[in-house]
C-alpha cells in the first residue's frame, strides 16, 4: 500500500427536506487544490460532482456513489467564515460561528499528533457518538483516515438545486451513504488532514497502469 495525503477542509450540512451533502474543499493534493461536492437528496441517488475526470474517478473510487458529474466547483471563502460553493446544478451559501469546546480541543492537539493513524483509530469509537468515523476500509481495498485538527459550527445555510431551495439548515439526518467517514450529525466545518491508503501498482484514479 502506499498512502496519499489530502489537507483542507470538509463542511457537512443538512437541509429541512432531507438533502444532505459533503463539501471536500482541498488546498493541498495528489491532484493539486480541487473542491468536490457529495450530494444525497431526500430519498434520492447518490450524486458526485467533481472538477475534473481525474478527481471524479478518484474519489469515485474511494466513494459509492450512483452517478458522477464532471463540473466546475468553485468555492468562495471570505471574512474565514462566509462560504460560497458553486457546483452546477447546485448552489451552497453558509456561515461559521465560533469554534466551541470540540472546536478548542481539537487545536490543542499537536498537529503531527492529531494526524497520525494511531492517534485518530483511538478516537474513532467516540466520533461514532456524533454520527461519524475516523477512519475505515473504502473501495477497492483502501483504507482511509481523518485527521480532525479544528471544527466550527454552521449557523445557515442556503442549498438550491436546478434552481430550487431543499430548505433551512437542518442535522445531517439520515446518514449519508457514500462512505466510511460520513459527517457528524450537527452540521460543522472541519479542518482536517486525510490520509488514503491505495494499492500498489495502481494509478492515483485507481485503475492498473
Known sequence: MRTLRFDGWIAGIGTASGAR??????????FGPFS?????GPGGPRLLLAPSRETADF???TYVFDEVRVVPVGVRVTDRRHWAVSAPPLDLRFSTGRRGLPGL???AVPVRLATSPGWIALWDRPARLLGARTHGS????RHQWYGVRDLHPVTSAMVTYE????GALAPVEPPVRFGPGSTPRSPCVVRVTTRVAVAQGRSRTGAVP
Open 36 to 40: 468536490d461536492v457529495m450530494f444525497e
Open 138 to 141: 473504502a473501495r477497492a481495498g
Open 59 to 61: 474519489v469515485a473510487g
Open 105 to 107: 480541543a481539537l487545536r
Open 21 to 30: 451533502l459533503v463539501l471536500g474543499h482541498w488546498a493541498r493534493s495528489p
Open 163 to 166: 434552481g430550487v431551495s431543499l
